[in-house]
């Protein structure tokens, strides 16, 4: 499982950013831990950090 925290890093955005950006994607607002599977979506729809 992956955190916000963690995929924050990865996309150097600050945690408001990131809450609006998976927001679109359709997450539930207040989700904390992330499935490898739904990182996949997420790399899918934004590009795989570098």
Avoid: C, H
């Amino acid at each position: 499982m992956f955190s916000k925290k963690e995929i924050q890093s990865w996309y150097k955005v600050s945690r408001p950013t990131l809450n609006k950006r998976l927001d679109l994607l359709g997450f539930e607002k207040g989700k904390r831990l992330f499935l490898l599977i739904e990182i996949q979506t997420i790399m899918t729809a934004w590009g795989v950090p570098q």
